[in-house]
């Protein structure tokens, strides 16, 4: 019998339809558009707007465009892993929440925290259902409505992040194709440079903690940068070692986009050439867990049967990571 790997089947992905500029931003606090663009390499990003709309709201139309396209329904699918930092509440969580409103009446799911590495996390976790054969089929989601924590009178934050979801179907494949390895590290002494201070049990949501703003993202951006710049350039690289891959063998590196510096630092460590690096930044923004699956979903139309890609993120924390997958249709 052929090893199982876990495979993905079809790919989908929403983005609000509001579009917040450089020179929207330029209103709203000290900025412009050319330093924005120099030193992040984003002109755009989009914003969920409406009253009472969370999360779960952008990665409905997601799965069910998924479900149409692999022509299944939502009482199909076994499993349901929700990469999220801005869940639709505390509790329940917003995997359940979501299977609810699309009908997967016989899926059990949770949330995955691990900040802008979750969807890798979560694709790796998925994975080991399939692969033991315990599921046929596992959705991993990763989206963020980032703009609910997001200060925009913190010029440092505010001008990265957008809102926007993807989402994967993953099934058995005995092909070779699939989620091949994958290598996932995290570091806590990250938390000081990169984290919402109130809102958890340390310091649960007060009038103080209101008035004091605590409930935004807070980010030392030069720590965060220099870290991130090392680190997810190294892991990118080590999967590639690890299973002998040389640049030539990778047809897409598909990295996290938090910021073009860190994207061209990644592809010049891998030595992966920029025409096949996928970047869409500049339209996006960070989307934190939304960004590597609507980048799968931007180019799905792109990859080959059998291409080799290398994904790759770093998220606050810290955590990182890169995997190695061969596209399976």
């Not at 949330?111 to 790796?124: I, P, R």
């Not at 809102?199 to 605590?214: M, N």
């Not at 979903?297 to 997958?325: C, M, P, V």
Request: hydrophobic share 40%.
């Amino acid at each position: 019998m052929n090893k199982i790997h876990a495979a993905i089947t079809a790919v989908n992905g929403y983005v609000p339809d509001y579009v917040l500029t450089n020179h929207e931003l330029e209103t709203m606090v000290e900025t412009n558009d050319e330093w924005i663009t120099i030193r992040t390499g984003i002109k755009e990003r989009r914003i969920l707007k409406g009253e009472g709309l969370g999360t779960s709201d952008m990665a409905v139309p997601a799965v069910n465009g998924l479900l149409k396209k692999r022509g299944i329904g939502a009482d199909e699918i076994d499993l349901i892993i929700f990469c999220t930092t801005t869940p639709d509440r505390v509790f329940p969580a917003t995997a359940n929440i979501l299977a609810d409103k699309i009908g997967a009446k016989n899926a059990w799911g949770y949330d995955l925290q691990a900040t802008c590495s979750g969807f890798l996390f979560g694709l790796a976790t998925g994975s080991q259902f399939i692969e033991t054969g315990k599921y046929k089929k596992v959705l991993v989601i990763g989206g963020d409505k980032m703009s609910s924590m997001i200060d925009y009178k913190d010029r440092a934050t505010c001008i990265i992040f957008g809102d926007g979801c993807g989402a994967v179907l993953l099934e058995p494949n005995e092909e070779g194709y699939g989620v091949i390895d994958s290598v996932l590290k995290s570091d806590g002494s990250g938390v000081p440079f990169l984290h919402q201070k109130a809102g958890g049990s340390v310091s649960p949501a007060s009038h103080e903690t209101i008035d004091k703003r605590e409930h935004y993202l807070y980010q030392e951006g030069q720590a965060v940068f220099k870290f991130a710049v090392t680190n997810m350039a190294e892991v990118a690289a080590e999967v590639m070692e690890r299973n002998n891959l040389k640049a030539d063998d990778i047809a897409w590196l598909v990295p996290h986009q938090a910021n073009k510096r860190i994207i061209d630092a990644t592809a010049s460590r891998t030595g992966v050439s920029p025409d096949k690096v996928i970047i869409n930044i500049e339209r996006y923004g960070n989307t934190t867990n939304g960004t590597l699956p609507l980048c799968l979903w931007e180019w799905e139309d792109k990859f080959k049967k059998g291409d080799n890609l290398i994904l790759a993120a770093f998220g606050g924390g810290f955590t990182w990571g890169s995997i190695y997958l061969k596209w399976a249709y």
